[in-house]
């Protein structure tokens, strides 16, 4: 090996010598969690695995860049997403940056911490380190229509909140000790991943509020305005190279797509399609929580 080496070096070999940093560029975008349906399935740490890992053995690697295009979801997935990251970061001693898009806010945000730097557009949505549960109950409608709900439990606390029974204090007092808890996860992650940039006080930070990225920066959520290629020339020089990862699509998807539900084949199922209907309707909402 030693001799080829020397003798490609002899040769002047273009790029042998000095051969172009590279940064791999993995594309976070979407409702984190798994999705409604098989055809719309959302960012979780087990599709998210495998190009996380490609990512930090890419080949001269220089550092890993994030580009983060997330409302948010399910805050168990952000957190084992943020870890998996940041343990291949530790071990292979490879910086990371995050570049927030149109949003990196709530969960993807806390994908965004995941990074030692993270940049965003003067006009990104960041922030909305808080939590929240949402829902339906329909106890009135089902008396207006002469109905009678049955539901019978083993534990007292099975039927906890169930939208076609009334809702009741206690069961909504559980419900907010379990979102007091992940709200203290997710202010430990930012707490420690921010440690020394916040310039806040924490009742303006971890009050659920967002803001633009202009403002995030004065907050210290984030360290610096700029997009993800110049950011990495600016850091790596005019030569660096990106290579692109992401998550592998079934055949099934590829061929079917995960458009809006009644096109292709998809649409010949009616439970497919009611379950892309429930997903479409249910990351419209979180979108739309920020203006998009």
Same mark, same amino acid.
């Given at each position: 090996?030693?001799?080829?080496?020397?003798?490609?070096?002899?040769?002047?070999?273009?790029?042998?010598?000095?051969?172009?940093?590279?940064?791999?560029?993995?594309?976070?975008?979407?409702? !984190?969690?798994?999705?409604?349906?098989?055809?719309?399935?959302?960012?979780?740490?087990?599709?998210?695995?495998?190009?996380?890992?490609?990512?930090?053995?890419?080949?001269?690697?220089? %550092?890993? %860049?994030?580009?983060?295009?997330?409302?948010? =979801? &399910?805050? %168990?997935?952000?957190?084992?997403?943020?870890?998996?990251?940041?343990?291949?970061?530790?071990?292979?001693?490879?910086?990371?940056?995050?570049?927030?898009?149109?949003?990196? %806010?709530?969960?993807?945000?806390?994908?965004?911490? &995941?990074?030692?730097?993270?940049? &965003?557009? *003067?006009?990104?949505?960041?922030?909305? !380190? =808080?939590?929240?549960?949402?829902?339906?109950?329909?106890?009135?409608?089902?008396?207006?229509?002469?109905? *009678?709900?049955?539901?019978?439990?083993?534990?007292?606390?099975?039927?906890?909140?169930?939208?076609?029974?009334?809702?009741?204090?206690?069961?909504?007092?559980?419900?907010?000790?379990?979102?007091?808890?992940?709200?203290?996860?997710?202010?430990?992650?930012?707490?420690?991943?921010?440690?020394?940039?916040?310039?806040?006080?924490?009742?303006?930070?971890?009050?659920?509020?967002?803001?633009?990225?202009?403002?995030?920066? *004065?907050?210290?959520?984030?360290?610096?305005?700029? *997009?993800?290629?110049?950011?990495?020339?600016?850091?790596?020089?005019?030569?660096?190279?990106?290579?692109?990862?992401?998550?592998?699509?079934?055949?099934?998807?590829?061929?079917?797509?995960?458009?809006?539900?009644?096109?292709?084949?998809?649409?010949?199922?009616?439970? &497919?399609?009611?379950?892309?209907?429930?997903?479409?309707?249910?990351?419209?909402?979180?979108?739309?929580?920020? =203006?998009?």
């Amino acid at each position: 090996m030693a001799m080829i080496r020397r003798f490609l070096e002899a040769l002047r070999v273009p790029g042998f010598r000095n051969p172009k940093p590279v940064v791999a560029v993995l594309r976070l975008t979407g409702v !984190i969690g798994q999705g409604a349906s098989p055809l719309r399935s959302g960012m979780t740490v087990a599709a998210l695995n495998q190009p996380i890992e490609a990512a930090f053995a890419t080949k001269r690697l220089k %550092a890993v %860049a994030l580009a983060i295009n997330s409302p948010g =979801g &399910a805050p %168990a997935q952000s957190s084992l997403i943020l870890k998996r990251i940041r343990a291949l970061a530790d071990e292979n001693d490879i910086p990371v940056f995050a570049f927030a898009e149109d949003v990196a %806010a709530s969960g993807g945000y806390m994908l965004a911490c &995941a990074a030692d730097e993270i940049f &965003a557009d *003067e006009t990104s949505v960041i922030g909305s !380190i =808080g939590v929240v549960s949402a829902g339906f109950g329909f106890p009135g409608l089902l008396r207006r229509l002469g109905i *009678e709900r049955r539901l019978h439990t083993a534990g007292t606390r099975k039927g906890i909140l169930d939208p076609f029974s009334p809702e009741r204090p206690e069961e909504v007092e559980l419900l907010k000790s379990l979102q007091r808890d992940v709200h203290d996860s997710f202010k430990d992650i930012v707490r420690d991943r921010r440690a020394g940039k916040l310039k806040a006080d924490e009742d303006t930070l971890f009050n659920g509020e967002f803001w633009t990225g202009r403002r995030a920066l *004065e907050l210290g959520l984030i360290d610096g305005i700029g *997009e993800l290629t110049a950011v990495m020339k600016e850091r790596f020089g005019d030569k660096v190279r990106f290579r692109p990862v992401g998550p592998r699509q079934s055949w099934i998807k590829r061929k079917l797509g995960t458009a809006w539900p009644g096109s292709g084949a998809a649409s010949s199922h009616a439970g &497919a399609i009611a379950g892309d209907l429930l997903a479409v309707i249910e990351e419209r909402a979180l979108w739309s929580r920020f =203006g998009l």
